[in-house]
């Protein structure tokens, strides 16, 4: 199925105040556009080195730019496309104290 990536400006206004993240951000864009999801698998087989969150988080973080940047998304398979929907965008080290805090499967910025 194909991905309806749900706020694409969220990316964009991230890119805006953090410009040398672009080309990071812009190749993941792009293999979002052309992808094919069925299940979750599928994300992890995309993106080997993208890590889904447990609890029924229904949330995966992408290791985006060779793990400088992480983003946060809440994905739902539907039946006809999968919704990926961005709850957080931030370096590494803040992705870190996300998760030190306990908040990686409740954080919801966007």
């Not at 792009?30 to 599928?42: G, H, R, S, T, Y």
């Not at 999968?82 to 919801?108: A, P």
């Amino acid at each position: 199925m194909k991905i309806h990536l749900i706020k694409k400006q969220t990316i964009d206004e991230y890119v805006k105040r953090n410009s040398q993240s672009k080309t990071a951000f812009l190749s993941w864009v792009a293999i979002i556009k052309w992808v094919q999801w069925d299940e979750p698998n599928d994300i992890i087989a995309t993106f080997n080195s993208t890590d889904v969150l447990g609890k029924s988080s229904k949330r995966v973080v992408f290791n985006i730019g060779g793990n400088k940047y992480r983003m946060i998304c809440s994905y739902h398979f539907g039946r006809e496309r999968v919704h990926l929907f961005v709850k957080w965008i931030g370096t590494h080290s803040e992705y870190t104290k996300l998760c030190n805090d306990g908040k990686q499967y409740t954080v919801d910025v966007y």
